[in-house]
């Protein structure tokens, strides 16, 4: 409905300037609703598309093959090449299974000591271990969570046990986490790092 410059409504019903004033303050509330609500919705929808955004960002590098782990296997003297072999296999079968390192990034530096060049505490936290204990430590790419890395552990120790007979109380891991500029795999690189232009 129109209201003249006289302040009338269509037929000569005079309407007040209370009225008026009232009508517009009403319409006034509604459009600052409307835009208050049009305001929180875009910010909520830009949140979400940043969220998305920095998610979609984080999967090159899993998919790259950017998590290679170096894997150091201690033990004492006195074992065979197919044992430390079949040791070596378990460890990196269960990084691909477990951890979803890359097939083929294998890289293993296994090393026997004499008795005396790998002392160890035989009953530290109430485990005790034996001379075959193997000590693990496996340097890897930040950001696992902690379900996943008690996964690992329970997963090769149960494989160790069941491949190559050795006492779960005999299996000492330690995980290294890293960022990705701490790896240089050959030629003076930094080959996950990448440099602005």
Same mark, same amino acid.
């Given at each position: 409905m129109e209201?003249?410059?006289?302040?009338q409504l269509p037929g000569g019903t005079s309407v007040s300037v209370a009225g008026r004033r009232s009508f517009c303050r009403t319409l006034l509330a509604s459009i600052i609703f409307w835009f208050a609500r049009k305001s929180v919705a875009l910010v909520h929808r830009s &949140? $979400?598309?940043?969220?998305?955004?920095?998610?979609?960002?984080?999967?090159?590098?899993?998919?790259?093959?950017?998590?290679?782990p170096l894997?150091?296997?201690d033990l004492i003297q006195g074992t065979? $090449?197919?044992? &430390?072999?079949?040791?070596g296999e378990i460890v990196y079968q269960t990084l691909v299974d477990v951890l979803k390192v890359p097939e083929h990034d294998h890289f293993h530096v296994i090393t026997e000591h004499p008795k005396d060049g790998l002392p160890f505490d035989r009953n530290y936290l109430?485990?005790?271990?034996?001379?075959?204990?193997?000590?693990?430590?496996?340097?890897?790419?930040?950001?696992?969570s902690v379900e996943l890395k008690q996964s690992f552990y329970k997963t090769l120790?149960?494989?160790?046990? $069941? $491949?190559?007979?050795l006492r779960k109380q005999d299996a000492f891991i330690n995980l290294v986490e890293v960022p990705k500029e701490n790896w240089s795999f050959g030629n003076g690189e930094a080959q996950?790092?990448?440099?602005a232009q």
């Open positions: 209201i003249n410059d006289r302040g &949140r $979400e598309d940043a969220v998305t955004t920095a998610n979609h960002d984080l999967q090159p590098a899993v998919s790259q093959g950017g998590e290679v894997v150091r296997i065979s $090449e197919e044992y &430390r072999t079949k040791v109430g485990i005790h271990r034996s001379d075959a204990c193997i000590f693990f430590q496996i340097t890897l790419l930040s950001g696992r120790v149960d494989r160790l046990h $069941e $491949e190559v007979r996950y790092v990448t440099t």
